[in-house]
């Protein structure tokens, strides 16, 4: 009896065989990390806490901060608000001088005929 496989069967064969390898490798790597802590970062489910990236930013749990001012939840600092300017003081313009017209010229006086 001959047995043929199809192209088909012959990449899901392949395909099946290399997620078994990497499923194995990952499973000896996490046997590893058991033995020894150190190696891996451990998380623990404590709201006490204070969980920081790698670039120093704080990460919060699902229920918020801890209680209490830390390093990640600092005090709030009152800040100096200056009052504001006093409003402005108007002062009328002084009113304008009063204008004098000039006093019409005489008229030139009314010769008769005679």
């Known amino acids: 009896m001959k047995t043929s496989f199809s192209s088909k069967q012959l990449s899901l064969a392949a395909a099946c065989a290399l997620a078994m390898g990497f499923a194995s490798s990952a499973v000896a790597q996490n046997d590893v990390s058991r033995q ?3 190696e891996r970062e451990l ?8 969980w920081k ?3 120093g930013l ?3 749990s699902g229920f ?3 209680p209490g001012y830390t390093e990640c939840n600092p005090a709030p600092v009152a800040q100096y608000v200056a009052p504001p300017p ?3 003081v ?9 204008v004098i017209a000039p006093a019409p010229a005489p008229l030139p006086p009314r010769q008769t005929r005679g």
């Open 58 to 60: 704080c990460w919060h």
């Open 86 to 88: 006093p409003p402005p």
């Open 43 to 50: 998380w623990e489910n404590s709201t006490k806490t204070i």
């Open 64 to 66: 918020g901060p801890p």
């Open 90 to 98: 108007y002062v009328a313009p002084p009113p304008p001088a009063p």
């Open 53 to 55: 990236s790698g670039f």
């Open 36 to 38: 020894n802590p150190n």
